[in-house]
């Protein structure tokens, strides 16, 4: 028994007031920035926790901006203690003292007074246009160490009780190459704080300090019992699972592996990544506090889907995430961590759900399209200024989970598809770029009993200067996403520039030039597939293959599904013959 008095329509409306709040911050950033990845790619979150870090609302954005920020709020109510007034707003991206993900997500946040107390602190952050370092984006894989990928931000105030610390900022926006954009972005996101500041106290105003905070630890007490149920319901024991990416970006072509074991013991579940590869020298390096966060992401995908908009810092109680010092699930400063939202980051999540997949194979969760981004800098003609033009449009579609198809279109394991698409007409209109291919590709997904989504095609045309191409930010032509529960992994993907009628082969993590002229392609995997192919219905067979998502011989050989090229009818003494399985 709590002895909490609070009624329960009085919770609820509290309890999704500080969930509307982090998606109002969202919009008020979507409605303000004119950064590509964050006006239209939402690269970006928004959160709240309250005095003592405890994670209150974090309704949505990519797993690794906000999952385990509440180490970040910890270190600023350390730092700066009495400190902290009305108005202030503090800055950091720094992965070791800040406990950020990588230099580009830069992250602002706002202690929440009423009447002089101390109650919340309001996160928001967003993905940069630049932030310094040796070659814009800040994936470029062969930094010498992290101060080669861009300024180091440890938190400080840039907002003091409401004046802004201009000589700061100025110090802070003169070691980024497109210092307006950045400074338009910054607003946005510390205008969207002022508005959950707002937003808090009126919420204070109504209910009253007593009863908004009773609610907060019921909130994250019911969260604590509700996890902590879902997790007794799974067998005891350990269970395996590991996913490795393409590269470090230095040594090429030699994999780097993630390895979780999960166990399940009462109401409590560890995520041991201890058997992960070592540090590497390359690009790839996760923080801890990044792998907590996708860890913990890839868990909550196992429960009840009923509880996914409500998670918070009860819901990460029983949970316990192990990454010893100086591996690439926990690299020690000064490694490199440019590309771990895409490299290792996503890994650590596949990882997650590979082994928990083999925990709870009802709800087994299979690995999402790689990541195919790329960095492009280089001299629009049309104005004369440079640029740096990045999109996460040539992804795979999202994996299968048990009972469903994966999503088409969806992109980025690590974003859980909170990070979108853009669109032709805004690229074609930002950058000297034409759109000449776009759409899905037959038998690029992953087959299993629930399909993962389909592969693209993607290619666009270099109508500028000659550019380089920092293919960093991409995964997936040595590795596959997984599948589970005997279901097939996503296919390998492939990347080419193509000049006239030559076709020159591309690869991850790597630096390349595309001349004026010159196409950039993308074949990309779709997402893994759940459960044996053999056992998808043949009625789901056959509308893949009307809707072209795969051919009568993909059918055939890979489901087990006898379809009549000439007429599309499924021939079934012929599927029933291919479906007999051996004594």
């Known amino acids: 028994m709590t002895g909490r008095t609070v009624d329960p329509i009085t ?21 303000t920035a004119q950064n590509y990845l964050i006006a239209q790619l939402h690269d970006m979150a928004a959160g709240i926790w309250d ?31 009495a400190d902290l007034r009305p108005g202030d707003v503090i800055l950091t991206n720094d992965p070791y003292k800040g406990y950020c993900n990588h230099l580009p997500d830069w992250g602002f946040f706002r202690p929440i007074f009423y009447k002089g107390e101390l109650l919340f602190i309001a996160l928001t952050r967003g993905h940069q246009l630049d932030t310094g370092g040796s070659f814009p984006g800040g994936y470029f894989p062969n930094g010498y160490d992290i101060h080669a990928e861009g300024i180091m931000i440890p938190p400080i105030k840039v907002v003091d009780e409401g004046r802004e610390r201009s000589d700061v900022l100025e110090l802070i926006w003169n070691n980024v190459r497109w210092p307006e954009g950045v400074r338009i972005d910054n607003y946005a996101l510390m205008a969207a704080l002022k508005v959950c500041d707002d937003r808090i106290v009126a919420l204070l105003d109504k209910y009253g300090r007593s009863t908004v905070l009773e609610c907060v630890d019921e909130m994250l007490d019911r969260m604590e019992r509700a996890v902590r149920d879902q997790i007794a319901r799974v067998p005891e024991g350990t269970y395996y699972g590991e996913s490795a990416s393409d590269d470090d970006g230095t040594v090429l072509d030699e994999p780097v592996w993630v390895r979780c074991e999960a166990t399940f013991k009462g109401d409590e579940m560890v995520l041991d990544f201890s058997k992960s590869d070592a540090q590497r020298k390359g690009f790839v390096n996760c923080t801890y506090s990044s792998t907590y966060s996708r860890a913990v992401a890839g868990s909550f995908l196992f429960f009840d889907p009923a509880l996914a908009q409500f998670h918070n810092g009860g819901s990460m109680r029983p949970i316990s995430v192990v990454a010893p010092p100086g591996t690439v699930v926990h690299a020690v400063y000064p490694a490199t961590v440019g590309g771990s939202p895409v490299n290792v980051g996503t890994q650590v999540l596949e990882a997650t759900c590979a082994a928990l997949s083999k925990a709870m194979p009802d709800r087994a969760v299979a690995g999402w399209g790689r990541r195919r981004g790329h960095y492009i800098f280089g001299i629009d003609p049309r104005s004369g200024d440079r640029y740096v033009q990045t999109t996460t449009d040539a992804d795979g579609g999202s994996g299968a989970v048990a009972g469903f198809d994966g999503f088409e279109g969806a992109l980025g394991m690590s974003g859980l598809g909170s990070i979108t698409r853009g669109n032709v007409e805004e690229v074609e209109i930002r950058f000297p770029w034409r759109a000449v291919k776009w759409h899905f590709v037959p038998d690029m997904a992953g087959a299993g009993r629930w399909r993962g989504g389909s592969g693209t095609l993607w290619e666009w045309q270099n109508v500028g200067g000659d550019v380089g191409v920092a293919t960093g930010s991409s995964d997936g032509d040595l590795t596959q996403p997984p599948g589970a529960a005997s279901g097939h992994p996503g296919p390998l993907s492939r990347m080419y520039i193509r000049r006239g009628d030559e076709v020159l082969a591309a690869r991850t993590h790597r630096m390349i030039q595309v001349k004026t002229g010159e196409v950039l392609g993308k074949v990309s995997g779709g997402g893994g597939g759940v459960g044996d192919p053999a056992e998808r219905d043949p009625r789901a067979v056959l509308e893949d293959v009307l809707d072209e998502k795969i051919t009568v011989a993909h059918a055939r050989e890979v489901y087990r599904v006898a379809i009549d090229p000439a007429d599309l009818r499924i021939d079934e003494p012929g599927t029933s013959a291919l479906r007999v399985r051996p004594d």
């Open 11 to 31: 919770l609820s409306t509290v309890w999704h007031a500080f969930q509307s709040m982090g998606r109002e911050m969202r919009h008020v950033i979507d409605r």
């Open 51 to 81: 005095v003592k870090a405890r994670t209150i609302a974090v309704p949505e954005g990519p797993t690794s901006m906000f999952l385990s920020q509440h180490f970040t709020v910890e270190y600023v109510l350390e730092k700066f203690g």
